[in-house]
């Protein structure tokens, strides 16, 4: 079982930048798909970007090109970096392995990322 911790979540204007992290623990990271899932107050988690082992990426169209998500298959990270933030963006943010677009192992604690405007 792979164990995921998320951080780099805050409080930011709209308009600004974060970048969140996400560590993987278990030898499976760099073969598997990872995205990042959000879930905001009274809503379904939704998918938001998808990375392949091989690097390729997709993004729901709400964040396209606003948003960035990569990895580092040497220290079992995935990252998403988060720019021109919107309110609407506010929600939890958590990582996990992807297939047909389902999470693959149990959530992480998730980190907060509020958006005001």
């Known amino acids: 079982q792979v164990q995921l911790v998320e951080s780099g979540g805050g409080l930011v204007q709209a308009g600004g930048s974060l970048r969140l992290s996400c560590a993987a623990s278990?030898?499976?990271?760099?073969?598997?798909?990872m995205g990042w899932y959000r879930q905001a107050p009274g809503k379904q988690r939704e998918l938001v970007a998808v990375i392949t082992s091989g690097g390729s990426t997709n993004y729901k169209d709400s964040v396209k090109g606003r948003f960035t998500i990569s990895r580092d298959n040497a220290k079992n990270m995935v990252y998403l970096q988060m720019n021109m933030l919107k309110p609407e963006d506010t929600a939890v943010y958590y990582c996990n392995g992807v297939t047909a677009s389902l999470p693959l192992w149990s959530w992480g604690q998730g980190t907060q990322v509020t958006v005001s405007s």
């Open positions: 278990g030898s499976v990271f760099s073969t598997r798909a």
